[in-house]
């Protein structure tokens, strides 16, 4: 049995959908430890709503898979929904997303499921700051499971004082992807010789599709039918975005809680930008690549 809004000091959550995480900007700069970055997948939108509640830069906010989270504040809280349009509701009443809202102490404030998208981000001004910090972080690694657990139902989220400035008065759109199709803009690389003239014909012409086995750790794609480059199985280093080939022909775009190295050879990385619309895309969703040549030094 919960307790009453009285008892709490925080954020109740009353009720969560498929996967809802505590994330902020990751832990950067921590590979050499065998520590991936980890932080929201969508980091434009996750920064979005920190922007519109007034937050700091990296407060910790609710990144939720595919909507379904219900929330009761102890107290007045200002909050903003970001990322995939949601239908956003308080005490029932229809309200507006990707602008700053204020919900009173007491009051029920509910996700509705994504009409496009996948991830939506709640930002509460302050901040929140459940047990399981970390590196400096307050992220969930769903990899190797440091940070915080995941956010469930009877939780009670602290909220901070990560506050910068007054919340914003405008609203941001939401992260939607235009168009059936995603380019991601790929720069060849570490070893770009090792991808023949048949690869890269089909890295350039070809279209793959989002597989449904693709999560936090990486994006899989089905279709381009690659021959794997060559490669010595020896490991490493994976950096945010990279793109590895495995033997069976598919590609896997790593993401926020990749691991820090790999065996299979990596053909390229994936421009940071384009990593945030690629986490808003469902399984099925058509992608082509946008070749850049590897850098000459």
């Known amino acids: 049995m919960s307790s009453s809004p009285r008892s709490l000091t925080g954020l109740e959550i009353l009720q969560t959908g498929p996967q809802c995480l505590v994330e902020d900007l990751g832990r950067p700069g921590r590979a050499g430890e065998g520590v991936t970055i980890s932080g929201a997948v969508d980091r ?44 956003v509701t308080i005490d029932d009443s229809p309200v507006s997303f990707g602008t700053p809202l204020l919900v009173r102490a007491g009051s029920v404030l509910r996700l509705g499921h994504p009409e496009h998208g996948l991830r939506s981000y709640l930002a509460v001004r302050g901040g929140v700051i459940p047990t399981g910090e970390f590196g400096g972080s307050w992220s969930t690694d769903t990899s190797s499971g440091i940070g915080p657990a995941p956010v469930r139902a009877g939780d009670n989220l602290p909220v901070g004082n990560r506050v910068a400035r007054q919340p914003l ?129």
Do not use: M
């Open 169 to 297: 008065i405008g609203e941001v759109p939401p992260a939607v992807p235009a168009g059936d199709e995603l380019t991601l803009r790929l720069t060849l690389g570490p070893r770009p010789k090792l991808l023949g003239a048949e690869a890269h014909e089909a890295l350039t012409r070809r279209f793959g599709d989002i597989s449904a086995h693709s999560d936090r750790i990486g994006i899989r794609l089905n279709g381009f039918d690659l021959a794997a480059p060559p490669g010595d199985g020896a490991s490493q280093a994976l950096p945010l975005g990279a793109v590895q080939a495995p033997r069976g022909g598919e590609l896997i775009v790593f993401h926020v809680d990749h691991p820090t190295t790999g065996g299979y050879p990596v053909i390229g990385v994936v421009h940071g930008e384009d990593l945030d619309l690629l986490a808003q895309c469902g399984p099925g969703r058509r992608v082509r690549f946008a070749v850049r040549p590897a850098p000459s030094y």
């Open 44 to 87: 434009r939108s996750y920064l979005q709503g920190n922007r519109l509640v007034g937050n700091e830069i990296g407060a910790p906010a609710i990144e939720v898979l595919l909507g379904g989270l219900t929330v009761r504040p102890a107290r007045d809280a200002v909050v903003a929904v970001t990322g995939a349009w949601c239908p």
